[in-house]
């Protein structure tokens, strides 16, 4: 039969593992598709680096648009990443008729509806497995034989940087601006990380595993996304204190109610929690469907070959779809057909009811914890337990540490600004959430 | 667009349990399916007793030949298990052009050949994802998104009754007839729990995860399995002593010379190992592939819901793959296309290198460790680490456990039958394999 022919728009790291594994992993592959899968064209606007792989320099070029014409190219992987040209390049490579494999979980975050539409209206398909968890098959997994389930969560560390730097941070009792800069010379953080410690790449693949998960539209910038910029070594030491381990979640869960709660924030979770063993580089991500129950998937969450092997997968996926001569192709990109997709509404984050640990740094004199217990006590919120450190001789600021019983997020920020107008509190109030029975 | 009509044989726990995620998530399976999956007829030789679902009187048959014979039905599902007659019914189904989806993995690992022979000729697929793992959805991944890996190797935790009896007598100390007689009451362990605890349903799967991840024939009686009945709380201790613990493994690896290793035995693991910490009921599985690196699955590895879950998603990936209208439907029940499915040799037990925890029962006397250390050195089997018991006074039998650097599985065995010689050793020895670098 007919070879699969295929495009790539953008030769850079992962890029390079795609090459790779084809060339590599060919007899494989071939034996699962029945046809090879052939890298026909690579575009990119430097051709001319060694990437480390060995390809035919005709295969090069710098004219995305050899790809787009090329009627025997039959699937586009778009892996420049960002939004632009990578939106442009993809619903170029849809309107040409061309199936496409995208890692580009930014541009599925923001603009997934628009590119699904424009796949819909041309009778191809967009996979992107490789855009949450890297190598780790979740996506597929949600959309293919979970199917059954109705899923009331999915939660998971799903940004490396910030897992290695955390791991680090609590394992060495590091500081963060000091891993930061290590990560960097070492090649796990990016030469800007902001995305990554800020907490957007993982807002990105919650936006994008959420809607998988409950099939609705999210609007990405009503995801609550915090990164881990502000935790310090205090902040890590206190909650091992407290029998806890600080790590940054992706958390989306279906209330009762059909509220949808999408977040990103630094999350003290127990030490029993499998998660809190996820160290380094890796990401592990958690499910729980109403007949399946709890399933947690673990592996490498980034890098060259891990990811190579979700975007491989894809192709296959395609190529085997394609080699079958399907007659029908419905569009369902997050495995529920489009027609079916809603849009939840979001619970606003003042709604969402956690535990807390909160940091106060307090000048040492009396009246001070008589001060803060008051406020949090007419604001509705219980204190389980308190770590105070031993006590200066008079005059300095010290951490008090509280860790509440449930409570409103909203009661604990009214608590918190009333707290910081005291003129005992010498710096701002810090809250870590905590979840006790995430499931 | 028409439904898909399903027919079930066998309405048992598992069978209500489909009948029961097909009633409560209709409308979630026809969002994925674009039509509804209709379950039209149940066969089964009691159609009286009460399952806890509700259904049609009328849709329930004795004669199983009203699902072959019927024309509307395009999916047929097995839940009898066992071999027959599970087997002749699998071949009617597909012999009269039906697709086939079973959780009976004691089927597929001895007649699995001859199946998908069938079902190759007839051009109709067979789907088993929870023959493996309960709900985890472990199959679809290997078989799909993994697609381009070439993997090294596959083991895990697979066996609910195994691991919850280990774990007890892990927790509390107590003896294997003590906990198997409480899992019976408390319907953890089957009335006759011979093929769990003897290992043979862990081989049954090992040897269909095995076939699915290096695309090969196995032959399931050269499987060597063992079960948890000669584990004692003893072990369990001296295994804790030297920091590890005790979990009934199925293990497949690809050595680079591309010999199979199957083996299915209690296997000592350190307490770092992720699968340490996976108790009770539950499964993990651990892939390694080449390009994704080592993958874990976690998750409810048997029960009436997590299968449920598994059997719907192969109804999904059916019925979707109907709606689609394929033409070209090519026979890949393992992932690999039939015709390039392998018969790897397998590696002899005695071939097999590990390391060993041993327990000899000997006479408390002088020159015992002497005898013992004389005949592991003359095999070539050097000594770790020894533990031996407070002396008694005379006469009555000690343990002595010894932990060995790595050895061939034949020198053990050799060393062990001219221990067991000595008049001084009361008890046959016994041997527990060490898997310290699992990856």
């Given at each position: 039969?007919?070879?699969?022919?295929v495009?790539?728009?953008?030769?850079?790291?992962?890029?390079?593992?795609?090459?790779?594994?084809l060339?590599e992993?060919a007899?494989?592959?071939q034996?699962k598709?029945?046809?090879?899968?052939i890298?026909?064209?690579?575009?990119?606007?430097?051709?001319?680096?060694?990437?480390g792989v060995?390809?035919?320099?005709a295969?090069?070029?710098?004219?995305?648009?050899?790809?787009f014409?090329?009627?025997?190219i039959?699937?586009?992987?778009?892996?420049?990443?960002?939004?632009?040209?990578?939106k442009?390049?993809?619903?170029?490579?849809?309107?040409?008729?061309?199936?496409v494999?995208?890692?580009n979980?930014?541009?599925?975050a923001?603009?997934?509806?628009?590119i699904?539409?424009a796949?819909?209206r041309?009778?191809v398909?967009?996979?992107?497995e490789a855009?949450?968890g890297?190598?780790?098959?979740?996506?597929?997994a949600?959309?293919?034989?979970?199917?059954?389930?109705?899923?009331?969560?999915?939660?998971g560390i799903?940004?490396?940087t910030?897992?290695?730097?955390?791991?680090?941070?609590?394992?060495?009792?590091?500081?963060?601006?000091?891993?930061?800069k290590?990560?960097?010379?070492?090649?796990?953080?990016?030469p800007?990380?902001?995305?990554?410690?800020?907490?957007?790449?993982?807002?990105?693949?919650?936006?994008?595993?959420a809607?998988?998960?409950f099939?609705?539209?999210?609007?990405?910038?009503a995801i609550?996304t915090?990164?881990i910029t502000?935790i310090?070594?205090i902040?890590?030491?206190f909650?091992?204190?407290?029998?806890?381990?600080?790590?940054?979640?992706?958390i989306?869960?279906l209330?009762?109610d059909?509220?949808?709660?999408?977040?990103?924030?630094?999350?003290?979770?127990?030490?029993?929690?499998?998660?809190?063993?996820?160290?380094?580089?890796?990401?592990?991500?958690?499910?729980?469907?109403?007949?399946?129950g709890?399933v947690?998937?673990?592996?490498?969450?980034?890098?060259q070959?891990?990811?190579?092997?979700?975007?491989v997968?894809?192709?296959?996926?395609?190529?085997?779809?394609?080699a079958?001569?399907?007659?029908?192709?419905?569009s369902?990109?997050?495995?529920f057909l489009?027609n079916?997709?809603t849009?939840l509404?979001l619970?606003?984050?003042?709604?969402?009811?956690?535990?807390?640990m909160l940091?106060?740094?307090?000048?040492d004199?009396?009246?001070v914890l008589?001060?803060i217990a008051g406020?949090?006590g007419k604001?509705?919120?219980s204190?389980?337990?308190?770590?105070?450190?031993?006590?200066?001789?008079?005059g300095?600021?010290?951490?008090?540490?509280?860790?509440?019983?449930?409570?409103r997020?909203g009661?604990?920020?009214?608590?918190l600004?009333?707290?910081?107008?005291?003129?005992?509190?010498?710096?701002?109030?810090?809250?870590?959430?905590?979840?006790?029975?995430?499931?």
């Amino acid at each position: 039969m007919n070879e699969i022919k295929v495009g790539l728009i953008g030769f850079g790291n992962i890029g390079a593992g795609v090459v790779r594994l084809l060339q590599e992993n060919a007899q494989t592959v071939q034996q699962k598709v029945g046809s090879g899968i052939i890298l026909k064209r690579i575009a990119d606007l430097d051709i001319t680096s060694d990437r480390g792989v060995s390809v035919d320099p005709a295969m090069l070029t710098t004219d995305v648009n050899e790809i787009f014409n090329d009627p025997e190219i039959s699937i586009v992987i778009e892996l420049i990443g960002g939004y632009e040209p990578a939106k442009t390049f993809v619903l170029k490579a849809i309107e040409a008729g061309k199936h496409v494999v995208t890692a580009n979980k930014a541009l599925l975050a923001l603009h997934g509806d628009e590119i699904y539409a424009a796949a819909a209206r041309k009778g191809v398909e967009v996979q992107f497995e490789a855009a949450v968890g890297g190598g780790i098959p979740v996506l597929s997994a949600i959309k293919g034989n979970l199917s059954g389930n109705r899923f009331s969560s999915v939660f998971g560390i799903m940004n490396g940087t910030c897992n290695y730097i955390l791991t680090r941070m609590t394992q060495e009792g590091a500081d963060f601006e000091d891993v930061l800069k290590s990560a960097m010379e070492l090649g796990y953080a990016e030469p800007d990380p902001t995305f990554d410690i800020e907490g957007v790449d993982t807002a990105h693949k919650l936006a994008v595993l959420a809607s998988l998960c409950f099939g609705t539209k999210i609007d990405f910038n009503a995801i609550h996304t915090e990164g881990i910029t502000a935790i310090s070594g205090i902040d890590i030491r206190f909650a091992e204190q407290f029998g806890y381990r600080i790590k940054l979640l992706a958390i989306g869960k279906l209330t009762d109610d059909r509220q949808l709660e999408v977040r990103v924030h630094p999350t003290m979770i127990p030490l029993r929690n499998p998660l809190a063993d996820v160290n380094g580089v890796f990401n592990a991500i958690h499910l729980t469907g109403d007949f399946v129950g709890p399933v947690l998937f673990y592996g490498r969450g980034a890098g060259q070959n891990p990811t190579a092997s979700a975007i491989v997968g894809d192709l296959v996926a395609l190529s085997r779809s394609i080699a079958a001569g399907v007659q029908n192709r419905r569009s369902a990109p997050l495995g529920f057909l489009d027609n079916t997709i809603t849009t939840l509404p979001l619970k606003p984050m003042e709604e969402i009811i956690t535990s807390f640990m909160l940091r106060f740094t307090a000048q040492d004199q009396p009246g001070v914890l008589a001060g803060i217990a008051g406020v949090l006590g007419k604001n509705g919120i219980s204190i389980e337990s308190m770590v105070q450190t031993a006590r200066h001789n008079g005059g300095q600021a010290v951490p008090i540490v509280i860790k509440t019983h449930e409570a409103r997020e909203g009661a604990i920020r009214t608590a918190l600004a009333e707290i910081d107008s005291f003129d005992f509190i010498s710096e701002k109030s810090r809250l870590i959430r905590i979840e006790d029975n995430l499931e």
